[in-house]
């Protein structure tokens, strides 16, 4: 079955504290990105990355790191997390660059105090 | 830059209803447009989508046509049941580097029996 996996589903943290929230996808896709979805904002893409060791900042970054270096997972790194980055993140990813048909994976609420 | 506004809802219908969620937007040259779809608890699921001016795009008993004219893509339903309720976004992609998608801020249905 095709899919997405993010780690963990639900995560609590303190201010400052570094943490990484995995993405795993099983379908060989090149093309994969990290959203965050906010009350009244819809999903804002974080970064993305069109291959291995190919990333790049979407509308968002500010705060996140990434890192590509297989194919199948891209995780998102908070190297000192705020209050501000509280939020549903969703990973997503497709199999190329045409019509943007992405599968995302089930979101992870992180809550930063 | 690209931007989608959709009627941010909520939206409460009883079962058997017939459901129209405007969506419209603003892009340069020729956009891909989708309706995504994200139940309680869930990531978002692509419902349907559209490439070219005049395509309908139907799923599970929704439509919605591409009408480059009024640069809509109002989604539809004739009857809708209570496992309808979600949220639902209009989407989307003018190409470029990214191919990024770009969302409305979501239209949260609820169902009555």
């Known amino acids: 079955e095709a899919q997405v996996t993010q780690n963990p589903r639900y995560l609590i943290t303190v201010t400052g504290k570094k943490l990484t929230v995995t993405c795993s996808q099983n379908?060989?896709?090149?093309?994969m990105s990290w959203y965050r979805q906010d009350p009244g904002l819809g999903l804002r893409q974080i970064y993305y990355?069109?291959?291995?060791?190919?990333?790049d900042k979407g509308d968002v970054p500010e705060g996140y790191k990434v890192s590509r270096k297989e194919k199948r997972n891209f995780p998102l790194i908070l190297e000192s997390p705020s209050p501000n980055q509280t939020s549903l993140y969703f990973c997503?990813?497709?199999?190329?660059?045409?019509?943007?048909?992405?599968?995302f994976g089930q979101g992870t609420r992180l809550t930063v105090v | 830059g690209d931007s989608v506004t959709q009627m941010e809802g909520p939206v409460t219908l009883s079962e058997e209803a017939f459901l129209t969620i405007n969506c419209t937007y603003t892009?340069?040259?020729?956009?891909?447009l989708f309706w995504y779809v994200q139940y309680p608890g869930e990531g978002l699921q692509l419902l349907l989508k559209?490439?070219?001016?005049?395509d309908k795009g139907s799923n599970k008993g929704f439509e919605a046509t591409y009408r480059k004219e009024t640069t809509s893509f109002h989604l539809e339903k004739g009857s809708v049941q209570v496992s309808d309720s979600a949220v639902y976004f209009c989407?989307?992609?003018?190409?470029?580097?990214?191919?990024?998608?770009?969302f409305g801020k979501g239209t949260l249905l609820t169902v009555n029996p």
């Open positions: 989407a989307l992609s003018s190409g470029g580097s990214n191919y990024k998608l770009t």
């Open positions: 990355s069109m291959n291995v060791e190919v990333t």
């Open positions: 997503a990813s497709r199999m190329g660059q045409g019509v943007p048909e992405d599968l």
């Open positions: 559209a490439t070219k001016a005049d």
């Open positions: 379908m060989n896709h090149e093309y």
């Open positions: 892009a340069t040259g020729y956009p891909s």
